[in-house]
């Protein structure tokens, strides 16, 4: 391999085969080297305080070969160079607590260097312990061994005297929701356990972060390796998260642990995020008939919405379609899971109700009946304008279920489905010689 080649020049190759009787004829090659440029400004750097440690991450730039990493105190003037790394991230070490430390970042190849990044400033501050950030709520394996009350927040409420005890052998946890708008830069933990006699219990315990509270890909900072912690004293161990989190947890993982914690606690740095809302109107009523829809909803960040259905047997959401299954009710829900600039959008729920067939929502013309809404919702007037007597109204759900049967006297009767889940219901009118079937779609 020649490597010694320069950008936006052109080179000549001869190529010989070689045997035992002697060189065959050349074959020539000719090769024209791309030309190169300055590489662009790195995208996305973020900084992430950590006490005495700043955290910076950025994109990886086409046709940067390193990165330039400057570091400037106070009012961003006098920038200084820190490090030159090939990598899209850097730890910045020996920092300052209570000082502000302005960063900026650029790439670089044989070409020269590119321009900086934006500037991104972070305070360098003092660890706080999680479960005392005014956003912090505790979460957790409910339940506690025999019903005695030593649940998962004992482990979490600053007592070294109380501690979670679960009925759950193996796998019982104990974390923080820090909220949708707050991460953490996590740099240390802590634990104690229950007695001297349950400190075995901890090994292979670990400490863990996640993006979503299921924990489906937790980061684990640290695993109990040791099982001689002395008892009625918590033990530190510092860590780096190297980046925020809003979900953390203990995980009792060893087998038979059952928790047998005091004290699990976690120390960092807090991350505040720009809120964002969704848009998503309501979803007009629905027949099977129509098979399929799309939505259409919107996050005030700009980032993609993500639906899911509560009931995939009614409705099954592929990415932005819904494709209706069976008659009947459920919740189509909107979310947005965030980034590193933006927190957790509320999630918006919208009834879906899928009608069996097009029933018509009001009595055919021509017949001796009325179906009115009434101003509350959940409520009808029923008028029968004719001479019979004999008169009915039964209100049925979707599974031919009766929900309201009423002998209509005086020609008329209110009709209430407030008690009611939400849905499509048919409401079956009969004078004794003729029968009307209409629908009534509960809100």
Request: net charge negative.
């Amino acid at each position: 391999m020649d490597e010694k080649l320069e950008a936006e020049t052109g080179y000549v190759y001869d190529v010989r085969p070689v045997g035992m009787s002697g060189e065959g004829e050349a074959a020539t090659v000719s090769v024209e080297t791309p030309v190169m440029a300055v590489p662009a400004s790195p995208s996305g750097l973020k900084v992430w305080p950590g006490g005495e440690k700043a955290f910076l991450s950025w994109a990886e730039t086409d046709e940067a070969s390193a990165y330039v990493v400057y570091r400037a105190e106070g009012n961003g003037t006098g920038f200084e160079r820190v490090s030159e790394t090939e990598d899209t991230e850097y730890v910045d070490v020996g920092l300052q607590v209570g000082n502000t430390y302005i960063y900026k970042v650029s790439a670089k190849n044989t070409v020269g260097e590119g321009e900086c990044t934006r500037e991104v400033s972070c305070l360098s501050g003092e660890a706080s312990e999680l479960r005392l950030w005014e956003t912090a709520s505790i979460i957790g394996t409910p339940g506690s061994w025999n019903g005695e009350g030593n649940t998962c927040d004992k482990a979490m409420d600053g007592d070294i005297g109380t501690f979670f005890d679960s009925d759950v052998s193996t796998g019982a946890w104990v974390g923080l929701d820090l909220g949708r708008n707050t991460r953490a830069m996590v740099s240390r933990i802590g634990y104690a356990p229950r007695n001297s006699t349950y400190a075995k219990r901890l090994k292979d315990g670990c400490f863990q972060l996640s993006e979503d509270a299921d924990f489906t890909s937790p980061v684990t900072l640290y695993t109990i390796d040791v099982t001689d912690t002395e008892s009625g004293t918590i033990t530190y161990r510092d860590v780096d998260a190297r980046k925020p989190y809003r979900y953390v947890r203990y995980l009792s993982a060893g087998e038979g642990s059952s928790g047998n914690i005091a004290e699990a606690e976690f120390w960092g740095f807090p991350v505040e995020l720009a809120g964002q809302e969704i848009e998503f109107a309501e979803i007009p009523v629905k027949t099977l008939d129509e098979r399929s829809f799309d939505l259409q909803a919107s996050a005030s960040s700009g980032l993609p919405v993500v639906f899911s259905s509560s009931d995939a047997d009614v409705a099954q959401v592929v990415g932005e379609k819904v494709y209706l299954k069976a008659s009947g009710t459920c919740e189509i829900h909107a979310d947005q899971p965030g980034n590193d600039e933006y927190g957790t959008a509320e999630r918006v729920s919208r009834t879906l109700v899928v009608s069996p067939s097009a029933i018509s929502d009001a009595v055919s013309a021509g017949t001796l009946w009325e179906v009115r809404p009434l101003r509350n919702a959940g409520y009808w007037r029923v008028v029968y304008h004719g001479q019979a007597k004999e008169l009915r109204a039964t209100v049925f759900d979707l599974r031919g279920i009766p929900v309201a049967d009423v002998h209509i006297e005086k020609g008329s009767v209110d009709l209430s489905l407030a008690a009611q889940p939400r849905g499509v219901y048919l409401l079956k009118l009969t004078d004794g010689r003729s029968l009307v079937v209409n629908k009534l779609v509960n809100y």
